[in-house]
C-alpha cells in the first residue's frame, strides 16, 4: 500500500463517517432527552429516500437535503407523539418507525430507482486548510456537509455541557420530575429533541444518497441506523466520542471496500460482514466499559414521564 | 391547550377486542392513501389486496403457504417477548436454519431415507437456536443489548447464505445464476393435494400447542413468565434469570430456524439469495399483537400472510409491494397508541398557568 492509497482511504474513512456522525449525534440528543429511538433506520431511509427524489425534481441537492432533513423530523414526531404523549413502548414504536419508513422509502423512491442526477454534493476544497500537505487532502477536499459536521460536533459538545438549554435537556433526561418541578417544560424538551434527532438521521439518510454513492435503492442504509444506535452506546452519550466511534466505522467501511477494490482473497461477503461484526466487538466492549466505569445513560432512558397531579 | 391522559378505573373490555381491529383497518385505510399519493386508485388496490391473499381457492392456499413460516417467527419473537426479551434476530435465525437444512438436503441429493427430513428439521432448529444464542450469552453473561446485536446478525447470516449460494454451492449447471442444486425429492416436504401448502402447517400448529403448554404448565414456562412480569421478584426468588435467557434465545432461534428449514424443504426445494421476505420483521408485529397466545398467534399469522400475498399482488397493478411495509409500521403505530386507550382516556386540557 502507498502513501497515495492510505490517504484515499482514510479520505474515504471520513466519507464513510459522516453519516453515521449525523445520525449518532441526532440520536444522542434524544436520548439526553430521555426518549429512545429505535427507528433511526428508518428515518434515514426516509432521508435518503426523499433527498434525492427532491434533488431529481428541483435539480438542486441543497432543496434535497434540507427536505430529506425536515421529512426526518416529521417521521420523528409519529414516535415522539406515541411515546411522549401517548406513553407508548419505547422500543416498539421505535420498531415500527424502522418498518414504516423501510416501507414508504421503498414504495415511494420507486421512481428513481436506477435513475441519475446531475447534481449532487461534490467535494470543494477548502481555501489554506485544503493544502495542508495530507491532513488537507484526508480532511478538507470534502463535500459541504463533511464541513458542516465539524462544526456541528464542537457545537452540540458546547450546547449540552455549557448552556442553559443544555442544561435543561440533561435534567429532562436524568430526572425528569425534578426538570419538571424547576419549571421545565418536560414534554416540550422531549419533543423537540426527538424532533432534532430525526432531522440529523433523516440529514445523514441524504447524505448516503447525495453524497456518498448519489443513487437511492431501496434498503440502501444497511443497518447503517442500527450501529449508529450501538455507537451512541459507545459514545457514552457524548458527541465527542460519537465523532471517533463515527470515523472508527468510516475506516472499518473504508478498509473493506479498498480490500474489496484491490481484490483480495477474501469473498466481498465476508468483507461485507466486517461492520455489523465490529459493532458487536464494540458493543461488548462499551457495555463493559459503561457499566465498569458507570458511565450510565440518561436515567430516564426510555421511560415515559408521568406528571404527578398535585 | 394539551392533550393529557386519565387514567381508566377499570381497562376498558370492549377497546381490547376493538382496537386491533380499528388498527388493522386504519392501517389499511392510510395505506390506501398512500397508494393514491402513488398514483394508483386506492379502492382497487385494496380491492386487488382483498382478493389476492382471500379472495379465490388458489389465493388462500397461498396465505396459508405463508402463514407458516409466520407462525414459527411469531412464535420465536413471542416467546422471547414473554422474558421481556428483545428477539429482532428471526430473520437471520431463519436463514441460519435454512442454511442447515439446505446444506442437508445437498449432501443427500438421492437420500430417500426416511430420517432425512427428520434431521434436517433437527438440523433447522439447532442452526437457527445456535445463531440466537450469540445475543442470548451476550446478553445474559456480559448484559449488552440484546436488540442490537440479533439485528445486526441478520446481516451476518444473509451474506453467509449467500456466500454458499454465489459460491461453493452454486448449481454447477445453473448458467451462473445465484441458486444452489435443486434438492432430492426425498428432502421435499409433502404437500396438501394441488397445493403448496405443506406438512410445516401441521409442524407449525404442534409447535404452537407445544410452546402454549410450555408456558403454562412447566417451570421454565413459569420462570419465563415471572423474570418477564417482575425481573425483580424473580431475582429475589432465586430463579437462575440468565440461564433463562439462555435457554429462551435458544429456543427462539431455534423456532425462526424451524421457520427457514419448512420454506426450503416445504416451498423453494433450495437455496437462494432470498428465502424470507422479512418474516422476521413481521413476526414482532404478529408477536405484538397476539400477546403469544399461540392461538392467536397462529390467526393472525394468516392474516398477516394474507397482507404478505395480497401485497405482492399489486405488482400487477405497477405497485411495489413495499406498501406491506408501511401498512405493517402503520398497524404497529395505531396498536401502541390505541392500547393506551384502553387504559386510559384522552382528552384535552387547558394548560394551567
Redesign the interface.
Known amino acids: 500500500m502507498d502513501l497515495q492509497m492510505v490517504l484515499a482511504t482514510l479520505s474515504a474513512t471520513i466519507k464513510a463517517g459522516t453519516p453515521l456522525l449525523y445520525v449518532t449525534l441526532g440520536e444522542i440528543l434524544a436520548e439526553r432527552s430521555g426518549i429512545l429511538n429505535l427507528g433511526l433506520e428508518g428515518m434515514m431511509l426516509i432521508g435518503a429516500m426523499v433527498g434525492y427524489l427532491i434533488c431529481f425534481l428541483t435539480g438542486n441537492p441543497w432543496i434535497g437535503v434540507l427536505v430529506a432533513t425536515l421529512a426526518g423530523g416529521a417521521v420523528a414526531l409519529i414516535h415522539a407523539f406515541l411515546v411522549i404523549t401517548l406513553r407508548a413502548q419505547q422500543v416498539v414504536s421505535g420498531l415500527a418507525l424502522t418498518m414504516f419508513g423501510a416501507g414508504l422509502s421503498g414504495f415511494l423512491g420507486k421512481v428513481v430507482i436506477g435513475v441519475p442526477i446531475a447534481n449532487y454534493l461534490k467535494p470543494v476544497t477548502v481555501p489554506l486548510l485544503g493544502s495542508i500537505p495530507y491532513l488537507g487532502e484526508i480532511f478538507f477536499q470534502q463535500d459541504a456537509l463533511v464541513y458542516i459536521s465539524y462544526l456541528l460536533i464542537p457545537l452540540a459538545v458546547f450546547w449540552i455541557y455549557r448552556t442553559r438549554p443544555g442544561l435543561h435537556l440533561r435534567a429532562v433526561g436524568e430526572n425528569p420530575a425534578t426538570a419538571d418541578a424547576m419549571g421545565i417544560n418536560v414534554y416540550g424538551v422531549r419533543y423537540l429533541y426527538t424532533f432534532l434527532g430525526g432531522c440529523l438521521a433523516g440529514l445523514g439518510g441524504a447524505y448516503l444518497s447525495l453524497a456518498y454513492t448519489p443513487v437511492w435503492l431501496e434498503n440502501m442504509t444497511a443497518g447503517r441506523g442500527w450501529i449508529a444506535i450501538a455507537l451512541v452506546i459507545f459514545a457514552a452519550w457524548d458527541p465527542f466520542k460519537a465523532l471517533l466511534g463515527s470515523y472508527l466505522f468510516g475506516l472499518v467501511d473504508a478498509v473493506q471496500f479498498r480490500l474489496q477494490a484491490v481484490g483480495v482473497a477474501v469473498p466481498s461477503f465476508f468483507l461485507n460482514m466486517t461492520p455489523y461484526l465490529a459493532t458487536i466487538l464494540v458493543l461488548i466492549f462499551a457495555t463493559r466499559e459503561t457499566l465498569r466505569r458507570r458511565l450510565g445513560a440518561p436515567a430516564a432512558l426510555g421511560l415515559p414521564y408521568v406528571r404527578e397531579e398535585k | 391547550m ?2 393529557v ?1 386519565e387514567k381508566r378505573e377499570t381497562p376498558s373490555r370492549a377497546l381490547t377486542f376493538v382496537v386491533p381491529v380499528a388498527a388493522i383497518v386504519l392501517a389499511l385505510l392510510i395505506g390506501a392513501g ?1 397508494i393514491a ?2 398514483g394508483a386508485n386506492p379502492w382497487a388496490a385494496l380491492q386487488e389486496m382483498f382478493l389476492g391473499a382471500f379472495g379465490t381457492s388458489y389465493a388462500l392456499t397461498e396465505t396459508l403457504v405463508k402463514t407458516i413460516p409466520l407462525i414459527f417467527c411469531g412464535l420465536a419473537v413471542g416467546l422471547a417477548f414473554k422474558a421481556q426479551l ?1 428477539n ?1 434476530g428471526a430473520e437471520g435465525q431463519l436463514y441460519m436454519g435454512a442454511f442447515a437444512a439446505g446444506g442437508l438436503a445437498l449432501a443427500f441429493p438421492d437420500g430417500q431415507s426416511w430420517w432425512l427430513i427428520p434431521l434436517m428439521f433437527v438440523a433447522g432448529f439447532l442452526a437457527g437456536g445456535l445463531w440466537g444464542l450469540i445475543p442470548g450469552l ?1 446478553k445474559a453473561l ?4 440484546e ?3 440479533s ?3 441478520n ?2 447470516a444473509i ?2 447464505v ?2 454458499f449460494i ?2 461453493p454451492w452454486k448449481d454447477p449447471k445453473g448458467y451462473g445464476f445465484p441458486y444452489t442444486a435443486v434438492f432430492g425429492e426425498g428432502a421435499w416436504l409433502p404437500t396438501f393435494g394441488d397445493t403448496r401448502i405443506h406438512l410445516g402447517l401441521v409442524f407449525a400448529l404442534v409447535v404452537a400447542l407445544l410452546i402454549f403448554f410450555l408456558l403454562r404448565s412447566t417451570k421454565m414456562g413459569y420462570e419465563i413468565r415471572v423474570i418477564g412480569e417482575n425481573p425483580q421478584a424473580a431475582r429475589y426468588a432465586g430463579m437462575n434469570i440468565a440461564r433463562t435467557i439462555i435457554v429462551v434465545f435458544f429456543i427462539s432461534g431455534g423456532l425462526a430456524g424451524l421457520a427457514g428449514m419448512g420454506e426450503v424443504s416445504g416451498v423453494i426445494h433450495r437455496l437462494q439469495p432470498v428465502i424470507s421476505t422479512g418474516f422476521g ?1 413481521t413476526a ?2 404478529i408477536a ?1 399483537l397476539s400477546k403469544l397466545n399461540p392461538l392467536v398467534t397462529v390467526i393472525v399469522s394468516f392474516l398477516f400472510g394474507g397482507l404478505l400475498v395480497g401485497g405482492y399482488s399489486l405488482r400487477a397493478l405497477g ?2 409491494e ?9 398497524i ?2 395505531l396498536l ?2 390505541g ?2 386507550l384502553v387504559r386510559y382516556r ?1 382528552h384535552w386540557q387547558r394548560r394551567r398557568a
Not at chain 2, 456480559?142 to 443489548?145: E, H, I, K, S
Not at chain 2, 413495499?322 to 402503520?330: E, F, M, R, S, T
Open positions: 394539551s392533550l391522559l398512500v399519493i402513488g428483545w429482532i451476550l456480559l448484559n449488552v443489548n436488540i442490537i446485536t439485528l445486526l446478525l446481516y451476518v451474506l453467509w449467500q456466500y454465489y459460491g420483521y414482532i408485529i405484538w405497485l411495489s413495499a406498501i406491506v411495509y408501511i401498512i405493517q409500521g402503520l404497529l403505530f401502541l397508541g392500547e393506551i384522552l
